[in-house]
């Protein structure tokens, strides 16, 4: 199974950019799609952006224009840019990785948008 570390997560005044990384333990090319998924207090994980082995990308419509998921395969880390925060992404982000039939998830990084 796909271990992933996500990190870059904090605290951002509303209108602020934050850029999430996601380490996987594998290499990217053998990774079917990696994806940023976010749980805000009190409500259910939701899909946020997607980007798949040939690097084509989707995004949730709340995110859409101002959130970029990116990779860079040599270091085997995706990335997920995040600009023109609202205090409605608050919420934990989770990094995942679907190989196979095995999906992974990271533990988690949390960010906090202010108003």
């Known amino acids: 199974q796909v271990q992933l570390e996500e990190s870059g997560g904090g605290l951002v005044q509303a209108g602020g950019s934050l850029r999430l990384s996601c380490r996987t333990s594998a290499p990217i090319f053998s990774i079917n799609a990696m994806g940023w998924y976010r749980q805000a207090p009190g409500k259910r994980r939701e899909w946020v952006a997607v980007i798949q082995r040939d690097a084509s990308t989707n995004y949730a419509g709340s995110v859409k224009g101002r959130f970029t998921i990116s990779r860079h395969n040599a270091e085997n880390t995706v990335y997920l840019q995040m600009n023109s925060l609202k205090p409605e992404d608050t919420a934990v982000y989770y990094c995942?990785?679907?190989?196979?039939?095995?999906?992974?998830w990271g533990k988690g990084t949390l960010v906090t948008v202010s108003s």
């Open positions: 995942n990785a679907v190989s196979g039939i095995a999906t992974s």
